[in-house]
């Protein structure tokens, strides 16, 4: 099984400052098409996970982009410019290579 | 505008099977580039893929629950279903169904649905 680690595994952030989450997978995600099955999710209070990111560095339709990925092989990024307080959230990683596992998630909260 | 929404019992006694319905709305279960498939979160605790399933009724399951997991669609009710067999308390968790995009250069779940708590206890 392919294993995630998330970190931090919490987040304060400032509204207006970038903020970063990584994201390590134990074995590399890097397919043989030259893509990075690693994607990004959200979940927001009240509400069902979101996709943020595919296949590494790719925002999903709507997405702001405020958001970005990036990354490859075993280290992946997710980084916001600069943070709204609707940001607030729990994010996740996923890997696709081997069906798919998830990171623990990283609590992003306002300080 | 896609919809899914799931339904089922909420509580389930140990040791019965749990069951669960994803209504699909806004789309066709037979588009070919969608999997479907259902995701669980137990309380306070990460995301966990269960399985995944095609219209054509082939499927994908997590190893580690693929003894106790069977998958079904309905095609004519735009409908795929779930069943867990002989839950525990372990399996008390939010369930969620969501569409998988297998399109070339994409391979994500790109949309969810509400998600229901459903509470395993005598």
């Known amino acids: 099984d392919i294993l995630m680690t998330q970190s931090p595994l919490s987040l304060p952030v400032t509204p207006g400052e970038p903020a970063s989450i990584s994201c390590r997978s134990s074995?590399?995600?890097?397919?043989?098409?030259?893509?990075?099955?690693l994607n990004w999710y959200v979940k927001k209070p009240g509400q069902s996970p979101q996709l943020l990111i595919y296949?590494?560095?790719n925002r999903a339709p709507g997405v702001p982009d405020r958001f970005s990925g990036s990354g490859s092989g075993t280290y992946f990024t997710l980084k916001i410019s600069r943070v709204e307080a609707e940001d607030v959230g729990i994010y996740y990683c996923?890997?696709?290579?081997?069906?798919?596992?998830f990171g623990p998630g990283t609590k992003v909260d306002i300080k | 505008q896609l919809q899914l929404q799931v339904s089922g019992p909420r509580l389930v006694k140990p040791s019965e099977t749990l069951s669960l319905i994803c209504t699909i709305s806004?789309?066709?279960?037979?588009?070919?580039?969608?999997?479907w498939g259902w995701i669980r979160q137990p309380p306070e605790k990460s995301l966990e893929w269960i399985g995944n399933i095609y219209h054509s009724g082939s499927t994908h399951f997590n190893p580690s629950l693929e003894s106790r997991v069977a998958m079904s669609v309905d095609t004519s009710k735009n409908q795929f279903s779930l069943t867990l067999s002989s839950v525990t308390a372990a399996d008390t968790a939010v369930y969620y169904c969501a569409r998988l995009n297998i399109d070339i250069s994409h391979y994500h779940f790109d949309q969810w649905g509400q998600g229901t708590l459903v509470t395993v206890s005598s």
């Open positions: 296949l590494g560095s």
């Open positions: 074995q590399s995600l890097l397919h043989s098409n030259g893509d990075n099955y």
């Open positions: 996923m890997q696709a290579l081997q069906i798919f596992t």
């Open positions: 806004g789309d066709s279960i037979r588009t070919s580039i969608y999997y």
